[in-house]
Structure formats: C-alpha cells, structure tokens
Nanobody, 121 residues
C-alpha cells in the first residue's frame, strides 16, 4: 500500500520560512510528476508547485520567486521550500504524486493527508 507522508508544516511569521517534505512509501515502481497543492476552508484546492520526473518545475504565479520545489528520487521525497511567507499563504498543504506500483500498472494519483501552514502578520 502506498502512503504519502507530509511533514514540516506549522506556524511562521510573515516574511519567515518553512520547508515542507513529503515522503512516499510502499510498493512504488516509479513516480512521475509530484507536487504540492493547498486548500483554504470553503475554497477549491489549488496547485502550488509541481516538478516532473525530469526536474521541470511549475508554480502558481502567487508563489513564484518565493517558493522552490525540489525532489530526491532515491528517497522518493519531494520538498517545498517556502520563503517570504505571507498571511495569504495560510492553508492546508497537500502532497500529490502520480505514480505506479509496477511497470505494467497505469500511473495513478495519490495524496497525502495534508499539513497545516499558518502565517501570522
């Protein structure tokens, strides 16, 4: 069974930094695109940043220049370094991975349980 486990969320002051980590475990053959999404209560989940298996990155405009996504394939881990945090970054952050459990399987979407990030002004 596959699990995505996030860590690193918490409370930060505006202008501060936090680093989120997401480690995938279980029977995993390969991970394609992986990334981070966030959700505020009452709003739809939005993409924050993604990184492909080849290292290509994509960011929502509101975090460009402040957040950096990276991955360590050997550790099946993706990171989100968040700097110059703003109160509007407050949300539950979810890790996502498109992965397959063996070479014959199709890639499927998996999600972490979410980690709260709160930025105070």
């Amino acid at each position: 069974q596959v699990h995505l486990v996030e860590s690193g969320g918490g409370l930060a002051q505006a202008g501060g930094s936090l680093r989120l980590s997401c480690a995938a475990s279980g029977e995993i053959s390969s991970i394609n695109t992986t990334g981070w999404y966030r959700q505020i209560p009452g709003k739809t989940r939005e993409l924050v940043a993604t990184i492909s298996s080849g290292g290509s990155t994509n960011y929502v405009d509101s975090v460009k220049g402040r957040f950096t996504i990276s991955r360590e394939n050997a550790k099946k881990t993706v990171y989100l370094q968040m700097s110059s945090l703003k109160p509007e970054d407050t949300a539950v952050y979810y890790c996502h991975a498109a992965l397959r459990v063996n070479w014959r399987a199709a890639f499927e979407d998996y999600w972490g349980q979410g980690t709260q990030v709160t930025v105070s002004s």
